[in-house]
């Protein structure tokens, strides 16, 4: 099986977290520039990452990828089973899917992307703009709802839940937003121990090497 992608997208580090998590294998390949491969064009018509290929079977989008999987490899269930916990998994998953990932496109796009991939100057307009209207309102709300530090969202196991949360919030502090550690502290302690796990871990130290250099 392979996804195709950049982990520095919150999308496809999303299903490589996930994957580890219930323990598939899946090989990342990253997409070729400027003409990506023909496998990736069939399987993502849209040009959106991730992609994924599973033999003659191909799908884009993290949710769609992770809704295959999980019921190909039912083991370990990364959503609950009853009907609130279900509802609730897919909440968090859709806020960081949409309104965390609007954030996502406004500051790190802005500060990493831009610069790096299509050699255009930060807007930095955005990112202010960004980071003081749009990210007070998402960490007010994570801070309200985010559990102790090692325990989870929905349930008492990891699931796509907190794996959407926490990839969102990567990107915010890849790109240096401007959050207050002081004032979201359940917040970030949360994160960070989510964070520390090895799903987590090997992804985040090759990211912040790559973007160190």
Known sequence: MILYGNSLSPFVRKVMVYATEKGIALENVQIARPDPQPEFLRASPLRKMPA????HFSIADSTAIIAYLELKY???PMYP????GRARAVWFEELADTVM???VNKIF???IVAPRIFNTPCNEDVVRDCEQKDLPVILNYLESVVPDPGQFLVGPRIGVADISVVSMFLNYQH???NMDANRYRRTFAW???ILERPSFAAIVTAETAFLAR
């Open 101 to 103: 990932a609007s954030a």
């Open 191 to 193: 994160v960070q121990s």
């Open 52 to 55: 994924f290929v599973d033999g």
């Open 109 to 111: 796009f802005n500060r």
């Open 74 to 76: 039912p083991q370990s």
């Open 175 to 177: 790109a240096k937003a």
């Open 81 to 84: 089973s009853d009907a609130e």
